[in-house]
C-alpha cells in the first residue's frame, strides 16, 4: 500500500465534493426522518420473517441514541453506527477543507493482496457484527 | 465510484477550460455499450458493469444527443427489473411473517400484479420527471451547457443501473438509492463539462426539497392515523 497526495485531474469528478456532500445529505436524511419529523424505525422484514436480526437491525435506534449524545446506547444497539459516524466525523472536515481550498488529496494506491486483505476483513467484521446482534438478542 | 474507476488507465486527454461555454472534445464519443449493435443482453450487462464499476469512463463517452429511445428503453429495463424484484422479495417475506395470517393474499397479490403491469410507465415516467428536475437546476446555476436530452440520457443510464442493486435484499435499495446519486453527479459532470459542486446541487437539491416532502406527507398521514404526531419517543 503506498499513500500520495496529489490535485485532482482536471475534468475528472471531484471524489471529495461528491463523497462530503452526499454524506451530509444523508445524515439530513435520517436526521430528519427521526428528529425532526420523528418518523418510526423502519421495520426489518428480514427480522419480520425469521426472528434473526440482520446486521443492519438497529441502525436507525443506534443513529437516533447517536443524535441524543447515548454513545453506549448507540454502540449496544448496533456498532457499525458510532464506528461508521467516526469515520464521517474525520472524512467529511477533510474533504470539505480539501476541496473547497483546492488542496492536493489523499490517494491510497492498493496492491492485489492489499484488497484481499481488505475484503476478508471487511468480511470478517460483517460476520462479527451479526454474530453480536444475534447474540445480544437484537 | 470504485477504485476500478479511478485506475481506469485512458489515454491521457487535455481538457483546457472550455470557453463561453463551449466544451473541448478529445476524442468522439461512441457511447455505451448499450447503444452499440449486438445482442441485446450483453449490451444490457456490459452497460450496467460500466455504470457501476467505472461511471467516469462511460459518460465521458457517452453521446450527449442521439435519441430518447435507447436510454429510456435501458433506464426502464433496469429500474423495472430492480423495483420487481426488491418489491417480491419484500412481498415474499411479509406473507411468510408469522402473524400475518389476517392478510388478504388473493387481494394483495391482485394488487402486486397490477402494480407490476403499471411499473415500467411509472418508472419511464419518474426518469423523465428527475431528469427535468436536474436540468432546471443546471439551468438556473446556468450550467445546463447541453440540452434537456443529455441530462435525461445521464440519469436514465444511472437509474437503470443502479435500481438493480435493490435485488441485494437488507440494504441493497439504501445503496443503490446513495449510488444513484453518486453516479448521477459524475455523469453531469462528464456530458454538461459542469464543476463536481455544480453537478453534487443540482442532484441534491431537488432530491432534498422532495424527500422533505415525502417526510412531511408521511408524518401528516401518520398523525392523521394515530391521532397524534409521531415523536421520537414514540419511535424509540
Redesign the interface.
Known amino acids: 500500500m503506498t499513500t500520495q497526495w496529489r490535485r485532482p485531474e482536471p475534468g475528472r469528478p471531484d471524489r471529495e465534493t461528491i463523497g462530503a456532500w452526499v454524506t451530509l445529505a444523508w445524515v439530513a436524511f435520517a436526521a430528519a426522518w427521526l428528529h425532526w419529523f420523528g418518523l418510526p424505525p423502519i421495520a426489518c422484514p428480514f427480522h419480520a420473517a425469521t426472528g434473526l436480526p440482520c446486521p443492519t437491525c438497529g441502525v436507525t435506534r443506534a443513529f437516533a441514541a447517536l443524535l441524543q449524545g447515548r454513545l453506549g446506547a448507540s454502540l449496544w444497539l448496533n456498532p457499525a453506527v458510532p464506528v461508521a459516524a467516526a469515520v464521517a466525523l474525520l472524512y467529511v472536515p477533510y474533504a470539505l477543507v480539501t476541496s473547497l481550498l483546492g488542496l492536493p488529496r489523499l490517494r491510497i494506491a492498493l496492491t492485489a493482496r492489499d484488497r484481499l486483505a481488505l475484503r476478508w476483513s471487511a468480511g470478517f467484521a460483517t460476520a462479527a457484527l451479526w454474530t453480536f446482534l444475534i447474540v445480544v438478542g437484537r | ?1 470504485s ?1 476500478q474507476d ?1 485506475d481506469t488507465h485512458e489515454p491521457e ?1 487535455d ?1 483546457p477550460e472550455p470557453a463561453a461555454g463551449i466544451v473541448m472534445e478529445a476524442a468522439p464519443r461512441t457511447g455505451p455499450p448499450w447503444e452499440a449493435t449486438g445482442p441485446t443482453g450483453p449490451r444490457f450487462i456490459e452497460t450496467v458493469k460500466q455504470v457501476l464499476l467505472s461511471p ?1 469512463a462511460l459518460f465521458r463517452n457517452m453521446r450527449r444527443e442521439g435519441g430518447y429511445g435507447g436510454p429510456l428503453t435501458f433506464g426502464v429495463i433496469g429500474s423495472t427489473i430492480g423495483f420487481a424484484i426488491g418489491m417480491l422479495m ?1 412481498l415474499a ?2 406473507l ?2 408469522p402473524g400475518q395470517g389476517a392478510m388478504n393474499r388473493p387481494v394483495i397479490g391482485v394488487f402486486a400484479l397490477m402494480f407490476l403491469l403499471f411499473l415500467p410507465f411509472l418508472l419511464g415516467l419518474s426518469l423523465l420527471i428527475w431528469a427535468a428536475l436536474y436540468h432546471l437546476v443546471l439551468r438556473m446555476l446556468g450550467a445546463a451547457r447541453y440540452p434537456f436530452e443529455t441530462t435525461f440520457r445521464v440519469v436514465a443510464y444511472a437509474f437503470g443501473s443502479t435500481s438493480l442493486l435493490q435485488i441485494f ?3 441493497g435499495g439504501l445503496i443503490g438509492f ?1 449510488d444513484s ?2 453516479v448521477s ?2 455523469g453531469l ?2 456530458t454538461h463539462g459542469v ?3 455544480k ?2 446541487i443540482a442532484v ?1 437539491v431537488p ?2 426539497i422532495l ?2 416532502l415525502a ?2 406527507a ?2 401528516a398521514a ?1 398523525s392523521t392515523h394515530t391521532g397524534a ?4 419517543s ?3
Open positions: 465510484m477504485d479511478e486527454i481538457h467516469t419484500q417475506i411479509a411468510l411473517t435484499p437488507v440494504c446513495i446519486i453518486v453527479i459524475i459532470t462528464q464543476s463536481t459542486a453537478a453534487t441534491l432530491m432534498l424527500t422533505l417526510f412531511m408521511l408524518a401518520i404526531l409521531p415523536g421520537l414514540q419511535a424509540l
